[in-house]
């Protein structure tokens, strides 16, 4: 299968789409799960898992970093950087890899674990410790084009929402139209606006005959759009979505609001619950942040405010569960302890 | 995109095929790996790497569970369960949740690093840590099914080579013939059996005009094909590989000897410059012992008994580096530590 430039890139406004960066990124699974929809009180919903998590990197980060380093590349950039500790750096350093550029990762000195660096280090890019803050950071790499010939790759890049909303025809294309409803965990809010982006895109090219409505779910340590302002120290178990002033803020609002749909948020007790029940469910390991979306949709069904009987929807799991095994270790899971024999073997086994 | 049973059920000789256990596997990519071949002291040849990786829990192993579940499924197992630390236990955990099974993992205690359970414990598998040595499990593993109903996943179960035969049919399709040489890592040797078993039917069924030639990579410190003796306490970065007495040792010098190929190996050093290699060259982050078969092209190449020009090679990743961050952070890299300034950050980017 191509790569997502290969495949859409007449549909992205960006450059150098004849000679695509790719690592065949996109054509991730679009997973039934109707233990999971009758465990969420929904059992007659259509329920689909979108796992982006089968990404060459290992999350949805994939899908805008081709189109950002293609047309990076094409206009003769040798460099690139971001600030970022997580799934951004990972999917920037292998797509710079893959192009034979170098790049930069700035992060904040003290505050990351190198664990969490590990794809971008693998990749080979160089790491930055800033003596400062995460936000030195970001400042830093938004100036640093003012200063030398290197391209920013952080979401601010336009290009990645080009690459991004392929999500969405991808689903449209698997489906043959858009579902019901499409659900998915809000963090900086890059996200939910590619995805709306791609299925308005579907729809006024009359590929689809509808758009889904938008359930977007945030973690209530970290749910500025809920709660109408900025959360100065944003704080949850779902790293991926511990963002306080999302870049994307308006656009997830008009998603929202132009689909009909919802912005919610769910504690991270929530959070962890559904983390453990799509693996253990439907076999399907995801990043935390991935569960929010399931958590709301319990809590909208349950609540009443959110009616899928009979639809079709389906959830983005943004990245593989692999990424942060420490989560999974502190889980609670049954152990036992025995001798090597076989009836101490079928006793466990009852 | 359908996964493997659906796609292939009617080549598998296995029960329960129009009842697929599925997560989807199957379908990865073949990726282009022409700067990686420029490396390898081959440029001409048009060298692809099978990235296994991307199946559901991160390796080749969810190609043979799919067809093992399954199977067991429709003979009524309510429980499987396996002797693995790795690889196996994920998968064989994912696919047990997916079908609403019971899956049972036997660890010897105390040899085991808990974060290599973490894929086995999001899934839901009961641990079992054996007062005992790994041995002790397997053979309480293979003994379990003459006293309680129980199914064994661990590759004694025929059904996994006919999943795992997949892979070759994909590559095949992709490449609209079979590639002139398959390389590939050999640990237990089930996988070089599968392809070559894969090749040999796709052959058969006349869907490709040859088969490919067979180049099998050992670890030095665990090569007891190569040395032609069991091999007592195997040892080698490569933790996948890491086994003195392969269960399939006969098909694999078979696959060999049809085949025209070779079996050699290499030292850990050549493994960790190819794992790191791939990863900065291409972009694919895999787990070390899936370097191995490109420090043996490497060696082939330089000694002049492996002649690559003009030919088309496959190498198969058959996991993901994600699984084992801590390699990648143990390998050194390039950091820098400097003051939040934009004349330190200039100086690092030279």
């Known amino acids: 299968m191509a790569g997502l430039v290969a495949r859409y890139g007449d549909r992205m406004r960006i450059e150098g789409v004849d000679h695509p960066v790719s690592i065949e990124e996109g054509s991730t699974p679009l997973i039934p799960a109707p233990r999971l929809a009758d465990a969420l009180g929904t059992p007659t919903t259509r329920l689909f ?20 380093i293609t047309d990076a590349r094409a206009k003769g950039a040798r460099t690139v950087i971001c600030a970022s500790t997580g799934n951004t ?13 170098e790049c930069l990762v700035l992060v904040p000195e003290g505050k990351v ?3 969490k660096l590990a794809g971008a280090i693998a990749y080979g890019a160089k790491v930055v410790t800033i003596r400062g803050s995460f936000d030195d950071g970001l400042r830093m790499v938004r100036e640093a084009p003012d200063h ?13 929402m080009e690459g991004q909303k392929t999500g969405a025809f991808e689903i449209c294309e698997e489906l043959g139209d858009a579902p019901n409803w499409h659900c998915l965990p809000v963090g900086n809010a890059g996200n939910i606006s590619a995805y709306w982006q791609g299925y308005c895109e579907q729809h006024a090219e009359g590929f689809v005959t509808k758009k889904p409505r ?3 779910v945030q973690a209530e340590g970290a749910a500025p759009i809920v709660r109408g302002h900025v959360v100065e120290n944003p ?17 997830a609002e008009a998603a929202r609001d132009e689909s009909g749909g919802f912005i919610t948020m769910v504690p991270d007790e929530e959070i962890l619950h559904w983390y453990r029940a799509v693996a253990r469910l439907e076999g399907v390991f995801c990043e935390p942040s991935c569960a929010a979306p399931l958590a709301g949709i319990a809590r909208g069904v349950r609540e009443g405010w959110l009616d899928l009987r009979d639809q079709s929807a389906v959830v983005v799991l943004t990245g593989h569960g692999m990424k ?8 609670p899971f049954e152990q036992h302890t025995i001798d090597a024999t076989m009836d101490a073997l079928l006793k466990v086994m009852r």
């Open 49 to 68: 898992l979108k796992f982006e998590g089968l990404n060459p990197t290992g999350s949805f980060k994939d899908r805008g970093m081709t189109a950002a």
């Open 89 to 101: 750096a990972a999917s920037a350093a292998a797509y710079a890899a893959r192009a034979g550029m």
């Open 113 to 115: 674990a190198l664990g």
């Open 148 to 160: 030398a010939p290197v391209t920013v790759v952080n979401s601010v890049n336009p290009a990645r």
């Open 214 to 216: 938008i359930l977007g």
């Open 235 to 251: 704080e949850t178990v779902a790293t991926a979505i511990r963002i306080g002033n999302p870049a994307r803020w308006k656009q």
């Open 324 to 331: 942060d095994p420490d989560q999974a270790v502190a889980m």
